[in-house]
């Protein structure tokens, strides 16, 4: 026969393994959000925001991968693959949410052989394209529009990609697409520096912040030294960014998704 003494002390153990599992309910099952970045070299690893952004700006409950490509427009990025990489990316089964940031326009104005789009015709339709198959692999599509330049005429920014600007909010506008306006923040933000201090946002060597026009032989700043080890060949320009400039226009970018893509905000850190 089994002792009193035994009933009680099992009903005492079942009441506290009842009282434990209620002050420590199961892990409630998060699933991870994911974030990819499609563009030129102000958004690729050198040279551009992505790399801060991804490093500095999301939680580990979004992970962040930037295919942008240096020197790619919107038409060229198509044509070589690099979109169905992308595409691939966006069809990976698991996460909760994909959300594909989209940014071109520097290689797409004129003057870049094999690369150049027009800006009536060919470039508001990649946009929509990206859009379209965004939307069909699953995926949420955010247009950003082109970051600036930072060159200077007369003491007054010269946007030269407002055009380009304009035609990626168009589309935004027409498919209802969530958009980060990055040209006219970046605008904004340099006027208001000006061109000395906006230099400092440019990639390059160590040393003093060079002011004037750089050398017609810099090299470009998303070039590589293949051998005997992969190096950027970092020189100063108006387009891309250091480290400085990284950080500084990827907290701008992260402020406009907060704004534009309310369901992001969980997952970003300002």
């Known amino acids: 026969m089994i002792s009193m003494r035994r009933i009680l002390h099992a009903l005492c153990l079942s009441a506290l393994a009842a009282s434990a599992s209620a002050q420590n309910p199961p892990a409630q099952k998060i699933r991870a959000s994911k974030i990819i970045l499609v563009g030129d070299s ?4 050198i040279g551009g925001w992505g790399p801060s952004f991804c490093a500095h700006h999301v939680t580990s409950f979004l992970a962040c991968v930037n295919l942008a490509r240096g020197g790619r427009s919107s038409g060229s990025y198509i044509a070589e693959g690099s ?3 992308a595409l691939s990316e966006i069809r990976t089964p698991g996460y909760k949410h994909v959300w594909v940031l989209i940014q071109f326009g520097h290689n ?5 052989p094999g690369r150049s789009t027009d800006l009536k015709t060919e470039f508001p339709a990649n946009l929509r394209r990206y859009v379209t198959e965004t939307r069909r692999a699953g995926g949420t599509p955010i247009l950003l529009t082109p970051l600036t330049r930072r060159i200077f005429k ?5 946007n030269d990609l407002e055009p380009w600007a304009e035609a990626a909010r168009m589309v935004a506008a027409e498919m209802h697409v969530p958009l980060v306006d990055l040209n006219a923040r970046s605008v904004a933000a340099v006027q208001a520096l000006g061109e000395t201090a906006s230099n400092a946002f440019a990639q390059m060597p160590e040393g003093s912040v060079p002011v004037g026009p750089p050398p017609s032989s810099s090299p470009k700043g998303t070039e590589i ?3 005997p080890t992969a190096a950027p060949k970092l020189s100063f320009d108006r387009t891309h960014l250091g480290h400085f400039g990284a950080d500084f226009f990827a907290t701008i970018v ?6 534009a893509v309310p369901d992001m905000r969980p997952s970003l850190v300002p």
């Open 42 to 45: 102000t958004t690729a690893v």
């Open 83 to 85: 979109w169905d990489v």
């Open 108 to 112: 797409d104005q004129p003057g870049k």
């Open 154 to 158: 007369g003491g007054r920014l010269d």
């Open 225 to 227: 030294v293949a051998l």
């Open 254 to 259: 992260t402020a406009g998704l907060i704004e």
